[in-house]
């Protein structure tokens, strides 16, 4: 038997049994929709995260005061509760071969008032000059703190976009005064806009001068964390090991045991990505049981089909079948069948993750992996639940199913 | 140009023996029109499985065109049955939901023949089986059960086999149309040459026939030329 008449064959009996052959096609599709649903969405937030993580700067050591508890993590640290951290900590640091810049950051929530009454809850970092240089930030409007205005105690502010829009509307911040914790600070400057990564809104922050942070807002001699930019990517395990051995002799503590933290933005974003490739495998495992459902499926419907076309079977073998063409028919068969479902399962499930990302605001990512993964995973399908049934067909003895009743 | 020598056919069921076919030995030659006769259980529907090539004997031989068909395999036996026989059974088995076309040109789709071949062989099938062109195209299952039975013989006729085989081809037709089924037998023989082996229970129908074998309980009682052969002739 030659292929092409195979195929013809195919279609002739899958149509003959319209409503049969599309519900077993629809156990197919929905199997497969979910799996590209479910992947594209993690696929889509662990991308997210990359980028925006990314955004925050590069080559970063980030040394956070006191010690991670294993098994916590970095998200659930609670930073900036040890005290550890000095300001001239950061002298030791610049000292070191491979360190491009240091940001000695200090952050604490504050009430600020702006105009007419406008107030919000936001986040103030006390930063110095290097904060934009190594943190990535940019600036839309103005300028950003100096280090004279660090030195001086300036009573001037940077406000993120969020923040400004938060205290100012519409209307031109710069030159305008707002008031933190009821002092008055000159706003100089709006940062450009940076979005959020998980619960951080780094957007709706504003930025004052370190010192001024510290002993006029907060009374603290100490800070919350330091970013360290290296120089670059090669050096980075080396200038961690530097800054723990300098560090700890400077904090007189056992460096195998110091009373920081060094986190790479590789170890936070390895951590996140963890994170959300076991919540994806555990979506895409949920939606792998409704693909073997779909599975078990075919197999049904094609023993069923079996039993129902014995006598078929009979025929064709009485006037001149092979067991080959018998088996390849009903094999054939269902992998058409798990195909199609593949293929409108793959326009389905794209059409939920874009429709996810469109509504939802959820950013999904349909990737071409997950669509030749979805394709192969349904022809495998067909063949290994179209096997039996279709070799119990090529098996049957033409006689008996020619008396088949 | 059929062969059998001494064929026994024993079926094994647990213990229990059944012997099917006890030391039959025939001849049918080319153009012979054959009634195989006998009641039910007589054993004549095991000896149209072997004369088919559904089945194998448990012992002798058996030679169909000089080839011994005894000892082949099932896909062997596939073969010889694309290519020398046509079987006309009693119930039809037309694939159903597909037309009249297509169900003659099923044996050739397994000969691999080339779609527009045969499409020409089975319209001449279709117009040596005298069934009418009108309904070519027509769904099997929206037959009646003459036509039915002409497509039938069409696909036994399309691959242009050695032998026809015909199981009670008229147990399901009400006499009048069942005898329009044995005109075109008839037809095929008389007139085309073809041979044609009849399976009956029913006297008065193997005597349509040119020579009838009578078989009871397994074995040849009877062979014999039909000297008050029956002809249909409504013309």
Request: proline share 4%.
């Given at each position: 038997m030659k292929f092409k008449?195979?195929?013809?064959?195919?279609?002739?009996?899958?149509?003959?049994?319209?409503?049969?052959s599309g519900l077993t096609i629809l156990g197919i599709v929905i199997g497969i929709a979910s799996v590209i649903a479910m992947v594209s969405i993690g696929q889509g937030a662990s991308n997210q995260i990359t980028k925006s993580i990314e955004g925050l700067g590069s080559n970063l050591l980030n040394i956070i005061p006191g010690t991670l508890r294993p098994g916590v993590g970095i998200v659930s640290s609670g930073r900036g509760s040890a005290q550890t951290l000095k300001n001239d900590d950061v002298e030791v640091i610049e000292k070191i071969d491979g360190v491009y810049r240091v940001s000695p950051e200090v952050s604490r929530r504050f009430q600020i008032i702006g105009i007419n009454g406008k107030n919000t809850n936001?986040?103030?970092?006390?930063?110095?000059?290097?904060?934009?240089?190594?943190?990535?930030?940019?600036?839309?409007?103005?300028?950003?703190?100096?280090?004279?205005?660090?030195?001086?105690?300036?009573?001037?502010?940077?406000?993120?976009?969020?923040?400004?829009?938060?205290?100012?509307?519409?209307?031109?911040?710069?030159?305008?005064?707002?008031?933190?914790?009821?002092?008055?600070?000159?706003?100089?400057?709006?940062?450009?806009?940076?979005?959020?990564?998980?619960?951080?809104?780094y957007d709706d922050i504003i930025y004052v001068p370190l010192l001024t942070m510290q002993k006029v807002l907060a009374g603290i001699d100490y800070l919350t964390v330091m970013a360290v930019k290296v120089e670059s990517k090669d050096l980075i395990n080396q200038v961690r090991d530097d800054i723990i051995y300098n560090l700890s002799i400077k904090h007189r503590v056992d460096p195998q045991n110091p009373?920081?933290?060094?986190?790479?933005?590789?170890?936070?974003?390895?951590?996140?990505?963890?994170?959300?490739?076991?919540?994806t495998i555990f979506l895409a495992s949920i939606a792998g049981i409704s693909l073997l459902v779909g599975g078990i499926g075919i197999m049904n419907m094609m023993l069923t089909s079996v039993t129902e076309r014995t006598r078929e079977i009979g025929l064709r073998k009485a006037i001149g079948a092979k067991e080959r063409d018998i088996s390849l028919q009903f094999l054939a068969e269902s992998v058409v069948l798990t195909l199609i479902g593949g293929i409108i399962g793959i326009i389905l499930g794209s059409l939920i993750a874009i429709s996810i990302s469109y509504f939802a605001g959820i950013s999904t990512s349909v990737s071409l992996f997950s669509i030749i993964l979805a394709f192969g995973v349904s022809t495998i399908i067909g063949i290994i639940f179209g096997y039996y049934p279709a070799r119990r067909a090529s098996k049957l003895n033409p006689i008996e199913a020619l008396r088949y009743e | 140009m059929i062969e059998l020598k001494n064929i026994w056919k024993i079926y094994k069921n647990d213990d229990l023996e059944t012997v099917a076919l006890k030391n039959i030995s025939l001849e049918i030659k080319e153009g012979e029109f054959v009634a195989i006769m006998g009641p039910s259980g007589s054993g004549k529907s095991t000896l149209m499985h072997i004369l088919g090539c559904l089945d194998t004997p448990t012992s002798g031989k058996y030679f169909l065109d000089g080839e011994d068909i005894s000892k082949m395999n099932d896909d062997e036996l596939a073969e010889i049955?694309?290519?020398?026989?046509?079987?006309?059974?009693?119930?039809?088995?037309?694939?159903?939901?597909?037309?009249?076309?297509?169900?003659?040109?099923?044996?050739?789709?397994?000969?691999?023949?080339?779609p527009k071949k045969r499409q020409e062989r089975a319209k001449e099938?279709?117009?040596?089986?005298?069934?009418?062109?009108?309904?070519?195209?027509?769904?099997?299952?929206?037959l009646s059960g003459g036509m039915m039975q002409r497509v039938a013989i069409a696909r036994a006729l399309v691959n242009d086999p050695k032998i026809i085989l015909a199981d009670e081809p008229t147990g399901n037709l009400d006499t009048k149309t069942g005898e329009i089924v044995l005109e075109t037998f008839q037809n095929l023989h008389d007139k085309h040459g073809r041979t044609i082996i009849l399976i009956t229970h029913e006297p008065y129908i193997a005597e349509y026939a040119q020579r009838i074998i009578k078989i009871k309980d397994g074995e040849l009682i009877d062979d014999f030329k039909n000297n008050n052969r029956r002809i249909i002739n409504n013309k």
């Open positions: 008449d195979l195929f013809s064959e195919i279609f002739i009996s899958l149509l003959a049994n319209k409503v049969r936001s986040t103030v970092f006390g930063v110095t000059e290097n904060y934009p240089i190594v943190r990535n930030l940019n600036i839309s409007s103005g300028v950003f703190i100096s280090e004279s205005q660090n030195r001086s105690l300036a009573r001037v502010a940077v406000l993120g976009p969020q923040a400004a829009y938060d205290l100012f509307g519409d209307e031109d911040p710069i030159g305008k005064v707002i008031k933190i914790n009821k002092i008055n600070f000159l706003v100089i400057g709006v940062a450009a806009p940076r979005g959020s990564v998980g619960f951080v809104n009373d920081f933290t060094i986190a790479s933005q590789e170890d936070i974003l390895g951590t996140l990505n963890q994170v959300i490739a076991t919540f | 049955r694309n290519k020398k026989i046509g079987f006309v059974f009693q119930s039809f088995n037309l694939l159903p939901k597909t037309n009249v076309l297509r169900n003659v040109e099923l044996p050739l789709v397994y000969a691999g023949i080339s099938a279709l117009n040596l089986a005298a069934f009418p062109n009108k309904f070519w195209y027509h769904f099997s299952n929206q």
